[in-house]
């Protein structure tokens, strides 16, 4: 069973930045796509960003140019650099990965709030 830690959430002004980590509990090395999803009040979990293997990366329409997926195999883990936060990125966020021999896991999510 895949164990995945969220941190870096927090609350912070228009315009400014958050640094989102996701530990986790195994190799991450053998992880078929890692990615951050959020879910804002009355609105559907979307993906936000997502990495392959192989170190291919997609985003969401909203957030490109301001948010990078990146992750670390040494150190298992997948972080999501925010900039210039806008309040429609107000959200509970998730991590997520996915493997052909582990299934889907998820975080516990962490909550950021960016005010006006």
């Known amino acids: 069973q895949v164990q995945l830690v969220e941190s870096g959430g927090g609350l912070v002004q228009a315009g400014g930045s958050l640094r989102l980590s996701c530990a986790v509990s195994?190799?991450?090395?053998?992880?078929?796509?890692m990615g951050w999803y959020r879910q804002a009040p009355g609105k559907q979990r979307e993906l936000v960003a997502g990495?392959?293997?192989?170190?291919?990366?997609n985003y969401a329409d909203s957030v490109k140019g301001r948010f990078t997926i990146s992750r670390d195999n040494a150190k298992n883990m997948v972080s999501l650099q925010m900039n210039s936060l806008k309040p429609e990125d107000t959200a509970v966020y998730y991590c997520?990965?996915?493997?052909?021999?582990?299934?889907?896991?998820w975080g516990q999510g962490t909550q950021v709030t960016v005010s006006s």
């Open positions: 997520n990965t996915r493997s052909s021999w582990l299934g889907s896991s």
């Open positions: 195994v190799s991450i090395s053998r992880m078929n796509t």
């Open positions: 990495i392959t293997s192989g170190g291919n990366t």
